[in-house]
């Protein structure tokens, strides 16, 4: 089995930062891509940022320029730089794996969530 635990999310005024962290345990053989979701209340989950194993990197349109995604693959650990914030990006955020296993099954896993509130 394979856990992801996200740390970082919190409460910051309107400009402010946050840098979340996500760590994947468990029956790990590899992990492909590693991303970042979010979901307010009321919509939809969506797609923030992605990154491959390789760090070729994908954003949604809302945060390019603003946040940056990165990895380390030798601790298992994706983040997200989230700078200049703004309300609109408060959500709970959520990381995503997709993961080949020790036992060679590619699973696709979530976090359980973090909440990131921005006051204006």
């Known amino acids: 089995q394979v856990q992801l635990v996200e740390s970082g999310g919190g409460l910051v005024q309107a400009g402010g930062s946050l840098r979340l962290s996500c760590v994947a345990s468990g029956s790990i053989f590899t992990i492909n891509a590693m991303g970042w979701y979010r979901q307010a209340p009321g919509k939809q989950r969506e797609l923030v940022a992605t990154?491959?194993?390789?760090?070729?990197?994908n954003y949604a349109d809302s945060v390019k320029g603003r946040f940056t995604i990165s990895r380390d693959n030798a601790k298992n650990t994706v983040y997200l730089q989230m700078n200049n914030l703004k309300p609109e990006d408060t959500a709970v955020y959520y990381c995503?794996?997709?993961?080949?296993?020790?036992?060679?099954?590619?699973?696709?896993?979530w976090g359980q969530g973090t909440q990131v509130t921005v006051s204006s």
């Open positions: 995503n794996a997709d993961v080949i296993t020790r036992s060679w099954r590619r699973s696709n896993y």
């Open positions: 990154v491959t194993n390789g760090d070729s990197t």
